[in-house]
């Protein structure tokens, strides 16, 4: 009797510090959990308390150019992120998580600390006016966040959803539903009042996807060959000159083969979808999302000459950071920057190499530093993409799938959002009576 007293009393102490530890821990971990807790209609708790993200599958129909979302199972962690520090933004986050909490009650709403933080106290009732059922958001951080989310909701512009999407980094991006508010961009399909129906025909498999590809960009330091950088753009990648006074001297290497050497402010290397970014701004062609290639274009080359370059998207891109013959400047300086997002300068003997994420074809001779994409590399990621089994496994887990309005979302776009080829307008200016 006193062993079985006494193993009882161990197996209540233990649970009881470990219950103990918990909670120092999640102090520790998510400090703001405390304190916005304060509030009474509100209750923060940690995403690590959820379930693992749920993978969806994407189906393609010979009937159609997009691809069907199906949920094998149903949707249960939902990451809303907004543009921050808006009035209309933060009304329609907060009308948008009651709109789940009342009608999808076992789906569970995460959401960043800073954004928890801006919404907590605008909640002016718990749900159903039930003093005992608090409106229930898990947040903690970005690694956290992103291995529970099994959809991207963004309630802004492009800006929001380049955002939220570079928080996966190099893991796989679950579905992006975008909402517009009031922001335009080609990547809005659908205006915030029609959120209701439209996320009911994203949980019951009834929704359509656009693919667009990412670009996989390895950053390889010179002297630091074995330890390669791997970022991913949505967008675009580019290298620029900066506020330097002097032109970027870049080599240009197309599987193996050398293109060029520009002397200019820099270079951009775009996705279809990220054609209607910078690279547009630097005179880059238009280029529909549903054609797959990789856009080379300079920006102000010295020479004319060199113009934009749409190359297939087995390509495998090179650049990497020259110096003038004889050059007095030694400190070559480039600036690199991903999706908008500026990243560590580039310096003479850097190199960047770049292609597509679903894969390429490597050139005999060319050589691909060791990339972490979640697997290990090996002979197989040497191949051909195209005729490998588990291709489409591949590209299912690569690049993002986002909930697309109809296949004319493109077109409509660059018609409504670029004024394409519209023609001059002007006033007849009235004679004085």
Not at 33 to 39: E, T
Not at 261 to 274: C, H
Not at 294 to 299: A, Q
Request: charged share 20%.
């Amino acid at each position: 009797m006193q062993r079985l007293g006494f193993r009882r009393w161990f197996g209540l102490s233990l649970q009881y510090n470990i219950r103990q530890f918990q909670r120092s821990y999640h102090n520790i971990e998510y400090p703001h959990l405390k304190r916005l807790n304060n509030s009474p209609y509100v209750r923060l708790k940690p995403v690590t308390n959820l379930r693992a993200g749920n993978n969806a599958e994407f189906v393609t129909s010979a009937n159609s150019k997009l691809q069907s979302l199906i949920w094998h199972t149903p949707v249960q962690n939902v990451f809303v992120t907004k543009k921050p520090w808006t009035p209309s933004t933060r009304e329609a986050m907060v009308e948008f998580i009651e709109y789940l909490h009342d009608k999808y009650p076992s789906i569970n709403v995460i959401v960043q600390p800073d954004v928890a933080e801006e919404i907590s106290q605008d909640f002016k009732a718990p749900m159903n006016n039930d003093p005992n059922r608090p409106h229930v958001l898990y947040t903690g951080t970005p690694g956290n966040i992103v291995n529970k989310t099994d959809l991207l909701v963004t309630l802004g512009g492009d800006g929001t959803i380049l955002h939220g999407v570079s928080m996966f980094g190099n893991e796989q991006v679950p579905p992006v539903l975008a909402f517009s508010l009031g922001t335009l961009g080609f990547l809005l399909p659908f205006d915030f009042k029609e959120y209701k129906e439209v996320f009911e025909r994203v949980t019951s498999s009834r929704a359509k996807c656009l693919h667009r590809t990412r670009l996989e960009c390895c950053v390889i330091r010179k002297g630091q060959e074995d330890t390669p950088k791997v970022l991913h753009a949505m967008n675009d990648i580019f290298l620029h000159r900066g506020n330097s006074p002097h032109l970027a001297n870049l080599d240009i290497f197309i599987d193996g083969n050398y293109l060029t050497r520009t002397i200019a402010d820099g270079v951009a290397l775009a996705t279809p979808t990220g054609s209607t970014a910078y690279s547009l701004s630097a005179g880059g062609s238009i280029v529909s999302p549903l054609v797959p290639s990789i856009l080379l274009t300079p920006i102000c080359p010295r020479s004319l000459s060199f113009r934009p370059l749409i190359l297939p998207h087995s390509s495998h891109i090179v650049i990497k950071v020259s110096s003038k013959i004889n050059q007095r400047v030694t400190n070559n300086v480039v600036n690199l920057s991903v999706d908008g997002i500026p990243q560590e300068d580039l310096h003479v003997g850097d190199e960047i190499h770049v292609v597509n994420e679903v894969g390429t074809i490597y050139m005999d001779g060319t050589k691909l530093p060791s990339m972490k994409r979640g697997t290990k590399t090996n002979e197989k990621d040497t191949q051909t993409f195209q005729n490998t089994k588990d291709s489409k496994q591949k590209k299912d887990q690569s690049g993002i799938y986002c909930v697309a309005k109809s296949e004319n979302d493109w077109t409509k776009g660059i018609n409504e959002l670029l004024g394409f080829n519209s023609s001059f307008r002007f006033t007849r200016r009235q004679k004085d009576n």
